[in-house]
């Protein structure tokens, strides 16, 4: 039995080289994405594990290759460019393109170079963002404020606005992972029990999708008697309404989400906000948008 297995795991690795790309194969696949691209475009690895061609794709162009990330919509790109490799062992393309392809359309000369494909796709879960809080955060107003409404101050150093009290009190953007996901959002670690971390945006435009979504960073998704949930929500900040509110659960990883469309009108001054019972270990990211429809400009 065991000299079986070594032969098979002789004839895997001796067959495994005529199956992956050479590096004339990622140039001709850079040039491609390099002579159409366009503002706005991004490249999906399939598999997902195969990192080595980020080392030539253009530095420019966002690069997804993730644990799931054949789910993720995307929505912040009007085109993707699936680079794949097909004829790796265990790759099931079938699988990769059943979850990928719902809402989206192949589009142009998909490119065969050796063993690398590169099909460019029309994103129809694409979505205009018209805010993102992650982006506009050096201009919030950010403090820490009490049942009662007082509110006390975190000046913005620069780079982040930090609070008084612990060092982990501060709203900045950040890259995180959320289970498996590497996300650029908002750090805004809860100050605990009913103290709010609020930062504070004006000009978030009406007519839009508001969305939020918010998880607990990998390193501290596990459950313990003491620990408590997240709770997190965005306040429309003339009226005190709340607009959107999630609860981060103990334990229970990936991002939670929340949407409501807002009303045609002016724009508004919003609250976003982060609160927990026990601060301890609610290594808290979010981000907020406001979004047109799918497909939208595209």
Known sequence: MLVLVALLCLLF???LPGRLPTEADYRAVSERIQAELRPG??????????ERARLYLPPEVPVYGYFGSNRDDLMAHPRIWVLGQPRLPRADEAAFLEAFLPGRAATGE????GNLTLTRYANGRYRPHRFVASREYARARVYLESQDGSKRPCPFDGKAHRCPGP????VAPEWHEIQYEPRYCLWMHPPGGAERLVAEFDGVPGGMGLRL???LTSEVTFSRPHLSNVHLGVDDAKSGERLLDVVVPQGVPGVQKAERQLPPGEPRTVKIWTRADSPDLRHLCLDVFALGAPGEGS
């Open 213 to 215: 979504e918010g998880g």
């Open 167 to 170: 060092p982990h009190l501060y």
């Open 13 to 15: 690795y001796a067959r």
């Open 41 to 50: 475009d991004a490249v999906l690895l399939f598999p997902w594990w195969t």
């Open 110 to 113: 998909p490119l065969q170079a």
